[in-house]
Nanobody
Framework: QLQLVESGGGLVQPGGSLRLSCAAS????????MDWYRQAPGKQRELVAG?????STNYADSVKGRFTISREKMTVYLQLNSLKPDDTAVYYC??????????????WGQGTQVTVSS
């Protein structure tokens, strides 16, 4: 059974840094895309950063130059630097791929809270 486990959130002061991780496990044949989303209270979930299987990355304008997405084997990371109060949200990883040649998956992590406050 496919499982995504997130970790790394917490409370940090403005200007601080955090590193989020999302580890995938289970029956996985291939991972295509690994993305990070976030949802702040009263707002829609938004794409923060994406990483394709070919290594291409894309970032929301609001985080360019401050956040970095990376991958090591079955784990995707999001390095958050120069954090601002507006970055406060629950962060979710989303992983898409194949469990077999005929079956695809699109799974979400459980979410991890990031709070930026002095």
């Amino acid at each position: 059974q496919l499982q995504l486990v997130e970790s790394g959130g917490g409370l940090v002061q403005p200007g601080g840094s955090l590193r989020l991780s999302c580890a995938a496990s289970g029956l996985i044949l291939r991972i295509n895309n690994m993305d990070w989303y976030r949802q702040a209270p009263g707002k829609q979930r938004e794409l923060v950063a994406g990483l394709s299987s070919g290594g291409s990355t894309n970032y929301a304008d609001s985080v360019k130059g401050r956040f970095t997405i990376s991958r090591e084997k079955m784990t995707v990371y999001l390095q958050l630097n120069s954090l601002k109060p507006d970055d406060t949200a629950v962060y979710y990883c989303n992983v898409q791929g194949k469990t077999t040649l005929w079956s695809e998956f699109d799974s979400w992590g459980q979410g991890t809270q990031v709070t930026v406050s002095s």
